[in-house]
């Protein structure tokens, strides 16, 4: 009896570009998961994939997209804790999306993690608006203001605590789970510029890789982890998107066979 299958997409800035590049691989060889999870821009992808938004079509937009597209500046940063807001990127993800969409419309079973700032634990977003939650999961803590969602009044990104959420997929009932880690170790030969910050998203990746490091370790329920070679790919800065694109098909093309005999 073939097993199902259980795509955890991770955490990634722009690197995330790569998972669309990956799931069309899949697509291509027949691949269709029957679960999938996303963190920050894993959780964007992930979720527009589960309402049947194709890869191709998502690569179209995403290819176009530059930084303003996404994020204006708050005028009260310091009262809305955060330089900037999300309104811009809601409103892509809504077009594409083409409207509102609940968790339960999705096509394919999807969840998403956040951070919770006042219980400081990560959780699972998996009910409610889909938009407003993979949002939430990609909330960096001072660059974006806190979401709100549900019963949590402040979630910011999920990489803070779960950069590749495997564990939700194994709660779902996944049986052969593949995490996607774009991120993979950090570039330890990048010197954060004069800027506050940069300095501030340096640590957030500092303390984020040596979670995930150790977290990679001990996840004996994850079937198979793989990382794109994407060099040194800024994740802040919307460049080499046709790159991540095409390393994180070359990925899915590559391992797709192996998935298949895994699943039996």
Known sequence: MKKTLGLALGAGGARGVAHIGFLQALDEDGLRPDFVTGCSMGAIVGALYCAGISPLKMKERALSLKMGDLAALNLSPFRQNGLMQMKKARKIVLELMGGEKDFTSLEIPFACVATDLI????????????????????????????????????????????????????EM???????????????????????????????????????????????????????????????YRMKDLDLAYKKGYELGKKKSEKIKHMLG
């Open 119 to 170: 219980g400081g634990k990560s959780v699972t977003l998996d009910s409610g608006n889909v938009i407003d939650a993979a949002l939430a999961s990609g909330s960096i803590p001072g660059v974006f203001t806190p979401a709100s969602f549900g019963e949590y009044p402040m979630l910011v990104d999920g990489c803070i605590t779960e950069r590749v959420p495997s564990r939700a997929l194994y």
């Open 173 to 235: 009932g996944a049986e052969v789970i593949v995490a996607v880690d774009v991120l993979g170790d950090l570039i330890t030969d990048r010197e954060p510029t004069g800027k506050l910050l940069n300095t501030v998203l340096r640590v957030i990746d500092i303390m984020d890789t040596r979670a995930t490091r150790s977290k990679r370790l001990m996840r004996s329920h994850v079937s198979l982890w793989l990382e794109p070679d994407l060099g040194d790919m800024d994740q």
